[in-house]
């Protein structure tokens, strides 16, 4: 079981070697998530921005993840 640990604090990291560990490129995992683009997965790599959950749920899917763990710890 695949499980991603979702913590807002380290997002942008945690995506970009969830992608690379999946052998995509960000094009390749835009074209898997609907209505998302290569240039909204950059800058949620860059940590620019968040995605909804609507988005989450979709790169999580795209890559293969089984379970979604989300941190609601205050920071």
């Not at 070697?17 to 790599?45: H, W």
Request: charge should be negative; aromatic fraction near 10%.
């Amino acid at each position: 079981m695949k499980i991603w640990e979702f913590d807002k604090n380290t997002f942008a990291e945690d995506l970009k070697n969830l992608r690379l560990d999946a052998q995509m490129s960000q094009r390749d995992l835009a074209e898997r998530v609907p209505f998302c683009t290569q240039y909204s997965i950059a800058k949620y790599e860059a940590g620019e921005y968040l995605p909804n959950m609507t988005a989450v749920i979709g790169i999580a899917q795209a890559l293969g993840i089984d379970e979604i763990r989300i941190d609601t710890s205050r920071r």
